[in-house]
């Protein structure tokens, strides 16, 4: 990904004539048909989830986020990947929510900072 | 005098940035399946069948070599149709875009969106959304030739309002028959806290091509124009004509920023049969190359002379015109295969005074 010295010239013409241009909104476009472009930042968590009397992984948790829609569902080996907002503090919430087919486990709260913008954690959850 | 100035340094600008040619925003033609028949279409779009959906690896495997060329996060895939709701493993195709860094949206229509397909997108880390609503429940289900359509948007658009992480905004498609509503939709669409709407006219393609009700009169261009540069000065909404044209004096007066087509430039897409160009309303005889043929980034980087140096399009209307300067000749989509001139100029059109009436609030 290394510019060429061309590359840098042009860039730099790109900051001049722009700057010149007074159109602020140059650098963040949209396609006709097209949405806008994805400049928002968001946080990506994954994490595991394992039973704390054993230590295996747990499928069938969701994991969800406090005042969001978003949820995931743990797969077979415990795990979930999930995407949400870049807030200071992320309240995810760990449920079983498949029977006892797994064994059943206590819901769990975890309050998260976030201080970067790849998440990894493990979760343990009690046996109820 | 203080209009030129930096329209000359924007023409400077859109000259380098041609030669620059930074892909950043790269629309994915997933299917062609539609729930809707719009009258509008410039895809030609339905529920019928007709070209198979691209398998999702293909599309990846064409653009994973972009990422040593760019920082796949200054990338946007735009997943489009077609609806590309319709494709059932959406979810998993956009979170495999964003493990390979990549950022993606979708263009919907609303018409199958619900609050489960909703949080599984945002799980899978979608950043961006337009939803198409055309104006109150009458004209918009008359436009979509469904009598749900207009619900279900709205119950779209509710969602899409309640989740801030997303970078959204509403299309609205003007025509004779909605642009008298506009007012009215600006306050209702005010009211449903909507954060940015952008107006577009309907080209004369696809299915639009011979619908004449579809097209405004040049005094609705005016009307158009002078509404959204009225009410960019006093509504709360971030309120916009698209990118379709060079629109003279009001140029900045309904935009951000001075007309520039960037197809091409920034902009290419993956269609439905592999082929590859700038923006899909394009007319497909300037596709430039096929995924299934060539390596995406080759063509991306060696072609698409024909959008990156556009002094072919001096021709017909635009051969005396004397805003070709800062127009480029206009769009790429408005030119077809005859390459002999623009086929729907506004420029020219909102050019002729018409004691044009404003829109009544």
């Known amino acids: 990904m290394k510019s060429t010295i061309g590359e840098k010239r042009l860039k730099i013409r790109r900051a001049i004539f722009g700057t010149l241009s007074f159109s602020a909104a140059l650098f963040v476009f949209q396609a006709c048909y097209g949405t806008l472009e994805d400049a928002g930042i968001d946080v990506s968590i994954r994490g595991l989830v394992t039973s704390k009397t054993t230590s295996l992984p747990i499928p069938g948790v969701k994991v969800s986020i406090e005042d969001q829609p978003q949820y995931e569902i743990t797969d077979e080996e415990g795990k979930f990947h999930i995407y949400t907002s870049n807030d200071s503090i ?39 | 005098m203080f209009n030129k100035v930096p329209q000359y340094f924007h023409n400077r600008f859109r000259e380098n940035e041609a030669q620059l040619h930074e892909l950043s925003y790269l629309f994915w033609e997933c299917t062609q399946r539609c729930n809707l028949k719009c009258l509008h279409c410039g895809s030609d779009c339905s529920s019928g069948f007709q070209t198979e959906d691209m398998p999702f690896d293909d599309f990846l495997q064409a653009i994973i070599p972009l990422q040593k060329r760019f920082k796949p996060n200054s990338i946007t895939v735009v997943m489009t149709g077609g609806e590309p709701l319709l494709r059932n493993d959406l979810p998993q195709c956009g979170r495999t875009l964003r493990e390979h860094g990549f950022r993606w949206g979708i263009v919907t229509n609303g018409y199958a969106y619900h609050h489960d397909i909703h949080a599984r997108l945002l799980s899978a880390g979608m950043g961006a ?69 952008r107006l577009f006219t309907i080209a004369p393609i696809g299915r639009a091509a011979n619908n004449e009700p579809l097209q405004l009169s040049d005094q609705q261009l005016r009307q158009l124009m002078d509404f959204i540069a009225q009410s960019r000065l006093k509504a709360p909404i971030d309120i916009k004509f698209s990118c379709e044209a060079y629109v003279r004096e009001y140029e900045k007066r309904v ?48 072609r698409f002379e024909v959008m990156r140096n556009r002094n072919w399009t001096r021709t017909g209307i635009c051969l005396k015109c004397s805003d070709y300067k800062n127009c480029n000749g206009g769009a790429m989509h408005l030119w077809n295969e005859k390459q002999d001139g623009i086929m729907n100029c506004i420029c020219n059109r909102i050019r002729r005074p018409n004691n044009t009436k404003e829109l009544k609030d």
Request: glycine letters at 4%.
């Open chain 2, 255 to 302: 935009r951000d920023s001075y007309f520039f087509c960037r197809a091409g430039i920034n902009i290419a897409s993956v269609l439905i049969d592999g082929s590859v160009s700038a923006c899909p309303n394009i007319n497909r005889c300037f596709v430039q190359g096929n995924i299934y043929r060539d390596q995406f980034l080759d063509v991306w980087e060696n």
């Open chain 2, 129 to 197: 959304i337009t939803l198409s609503l055309d104006g109150f429940e009458e004209t918009h289900n008359w436009l979509r030739s469904n009598h749900h359509s207009f619900q279900n948007a709205l119950q779209t658009l509710d969602l899409i309002v309640s989740s801030p992480r997303l970078c959204s905004d509403v299309v609205t498609c003007v025509h004779s028959k909605n642009i008298s509503e506009l007012p009215r939709f600006r306050d209702f669409l005010i009211s449903r806290k909507v954060k940015s709407w």
């Open chain 1, 90 to 128: 992320c309240n995810l919430r760990f449920k079983d929510i498949d029977s006892t087919q797994n064994g059943k486990f206590l819901p769990k709260d975890t309050v998260l900072k976030i201080v970067n913008h790849d998440v990894d954690l493990t979760i343990s959850l009690d046996v109820q």
